[in-house]
Nanobody, 120 residues
């Protein structure tokens, strides 16, 4: 069994910062790409940022220069540092990981989601 557990969401004022964390645990052999998606009410889920096992990153245009994704491979954890937050960043943020399990299955896993609300 593999689980992704997210933390760090909450309510923040415009211009503020939050740091999301997502830890993978369970029968893991290796983790390829990890990423963060978000879904606002009435909208489709969209990619926010992703990072490969080697550290290559990509970002949605809307967050470039404000958000930074990073990972700690030793801890199977991915982070999303969010600065200069805007009301339009309000959404449920989901962690995603491409994981090779101990049984050598290549599967896509999702976290349960964490709410980020940017409001004054």
């Amino acid at each position: 069994q593999v689980q992704l557990v997210e933390s760090g969401g909450g309510l923040v004022q415009p211009g503020g910062s939050l740091r999301l964390s997502c830890a993978a645990s369970g029968s893991i052999f290796s983790i390829y790409a990890m990423g963060w998606y978000r879904q606002a009410p009435g909208k489709q889920r969209e990619l926010v940022a992703a990072i490969t096992s080697g550290g290559s990153t990509n970002y949605a245009d809307s967050v470039k220069g404000r958000f930074t994704i990073s990972r700690d491979n030793a801890k199977n954890t991915v982070y999303l540092q969010m600065n200069s937050l805007k009301p339009e960043d309000t959404a449920v943020y989901y962690c995603n990981a491409d994981i090779i399990t101990a049984t050598m299955s290549d599967l896509d896993y999702w976290g349960q989601g964490t709410q980020v609300t940017v409001s004054s």
